[in-house]
T-cell receptor, first 112, second 111 residues
């Protein structure tokens, strides 16, 4: 079954404690991205990757890092989380021409 | 920047009626517009894509239109059912293989 898998689904952490949210896709898609979703603001892109070792900033990259060492994986790293990063995060991969996006189940992150 | 606006936060309709959701965009016309469905706590699921040179696209009870003059897309669900209740998101391409999403319209279909 074609899918994008994120882990964990829920995470509560404290300010400043580094964390990683994993994302894996089994569709051999080149393009992957991370979004955060906040009430009233919709989905905003954090980072994206066009292919292995190729990443670039989206609209709201501050406070986040990503890496793309393998085609299937695209982890999101928060080196020093802060409360304003409390949000619902989605990983997505896109079909070969970069059109339709397939989303993971989401990770609800709370930073206290 | 390329913006997408979904003006209605919420829409309530009776079962069996047609739901019509609106998506407006700014600046240049996108190569395509997409519509997604999102259920609470879940990731968005792709529904339909309509290209700039297409006036209308249909899939079962769903219909999408693209009006480059009005800079608008309309999303219709005919013979709506309570199971259609969800948030519907409009998205446009940004020219760098990324998508910009609207904030969504929450549809509630009353039995």
């Amino acid at each position: 079954e074609a899918q994008v898998t994120q882990n964990p689904r829920y995470l509560i952490t404290v300010t400043g404690k580094k964390l990683t949210v994993t994302c894996s896709q089994n569709m051999n898609h080149e393009y992957m991205s991370w979004y955060r979703q906040d009430p009233g603001l919709g989905l905003r892109q954090i980072y994206y990757s066009m292919n292995v070792e190729v990443t670039d900033k989206g609209d709201v990259p501050e406070g986040y890092k990503v890496s793309r060492k393998e085609k299937r994986n695209f982890p999101l790293i928060l080196e020093s989380p802060s409360p304003n990063q409390t949000s619902l995060y989605f990983c997505a991969s896109s079909s070969p021409r970069g059109q339709t996006a397939f989303f993971g189940q989401g990770t609800r992150l709370t930073v206290v | 920047s390329q913006k997408i606006e979904q003006n209605s936060e919420a829409l309530n309709i009776q079962e069996g009626k047609t739901a019509t959701l609106t998506c407006n965009y700014t600046n240049y016309s996108p190569a395509y517009l997409q519509w997604y469905r999102q259920d609470p706590g879940r990731g968005p699921v792709f529904l339909l894509l309509i290209r700039e040179n297409e006036k209308e696209k249909r899939k079962e009870r769903l219909k999408v239109t693209f009006d480059t003059t009005l800079k608008q897309s309309l999303f219709h669900i005919t013979a709506s059912q309570p199971a259609d209740s969800a948030t519907y998101l409009c998205a446009r391409d940004t020219g760098r293989r990324a998508l910009t999403f609207g904030s969504g319209t929450r549809l509630q279909v009353q039995p």
